[in-house]
């Protein structure tokens, strides 16, 4: 284990009750000595494993069930793939995102967040509408960003080509660079091997303007590792979880060929489209 709370004999975690609740984890560390560690984990026993105050920064796209649950009003087009069997009973998991469920996993975040850090949370517009307000009383809401996919998707009525980035704080923290815009373009992933697979640029813009090499990020909904690949490529260490095994399968196999290989095997190019984004990132670079 690379970081010392995820160590099995630490007195709060012994071995067993480890072993029982988590049945997949690794870790790896590049030649640099950056760590990077994910888990098979529902998230709140995962962030009940993290110490108060040890962690950099909180970089998330949680599984809304707000819009499914939405969706299925209209003619269930939308769902029909979300809604394929898969590991469990769907094609992954939902994190019931009810008020009171939103409540005790911001609390966490704030919990294992170092004062005076960054949380960026990706919504769609659904979830929102109805958990933003939560987001504020737990965090002091700085930004709401739109991250711009470029081309458009599904969707009812208007055809969806955007999603939301709640952006706040923990105590007083500036952004790396005054350069970053709140519209980001950044085109989506089309064909991707796992559902909801975000670019990795979407994940490094939001490390770019609030981390430093030697931060640990955290992402408690892992997917395919995008928000890993990201840490890595600005020098960052990386705690995550899913709770889907396929998501531990994929983004395992994505941060070892990335760490020996240089290389991204599921994100062959950049994503950004425009020159604003592009260069808020590199100027970010610290
Ligand atoms: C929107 S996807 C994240 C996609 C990711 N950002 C990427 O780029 O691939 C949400 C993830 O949350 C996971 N998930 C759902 N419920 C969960 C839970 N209770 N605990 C941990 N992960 C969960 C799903 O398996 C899914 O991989």
Redesign the pocket.
């Known amino acids: 284990m690379v970081f010392d709370f995820f160590l099995p004999d630490q007195k709060a975690f012994p071995h067993t009750q480890r072993k029982e609740e988590q049945d997949e984890s690794m870790d790896f560390q590049t030649k640099e000595g950056v760590n990077v560690s994910i888990s098979r ?4 026993k ?1 962030l009940s494993r993290i110490p108060n105050e040890s962690v950099d920064l909180i970089v998330t ?3 809304y069930s707000g819009m499914n649950q939405m969706l299925k009003l209209g003619r269930g087009k939308i769902i029909g793939q979300y809604s394929e069997k898969g590991d469990g009973q769907k094609r ?4 019931h995102d009810t008020k009171e469920n939103y409540e005790r996993f911001l609390g966490e975040c704030r919990r294992i967040l170092k004062a005076n850090r960054h949380i960026y949370i990706m919504f769609d517009s659904y979830s929102l509408l109805s958990l933003a307000p939560t987001v504020r009383n737990i965090f002091d809401v700085k930004n709401v960003i739109v991250w711009d996919k470029l081309n458009i998707g599904l969707g009812h009525y208007f055809r969806r080509r955007h999603e939301f980035i709640v952006f706040a704080s923990k105590g007083k923290k500036r952004l790396n660079s005054r350069n970053f815009p709140d519209v980001w373009r950044i085109k989506r992933i089309t064909s991707a091997k ?1 559902p ?3 670019p990795v640029e979407l994940f490094e813009m939001m490390i770019a303007a609030s981390a430093e090499p030697g931060y640990t990020v955290l ?9 890993a690949i990201a840490s890595l490529k600005r020098g960052c260490n990386f705690i995550g ?4 095994s396929s ?1 531990i399968k994929i983004s395992s196999e994505r941060i070892k060929q990335f760490i020996e290989l240089k290389k991204d095997i599921l994100q062959a190019e950049n994503k950004i489209e425009d020159i604003p984004t592009k260069k808020a990132l590199l100027n970010g670079k610290s």
């Open positions: 984990e529902d998230v709140f995962f796209d949680p599984a992954f998991d939902e994190f796992y909801t697979q975000k992402d408690p909904f892992l997917g395919s590792g995008s928000s979880c899913d709770v889907a998501s």
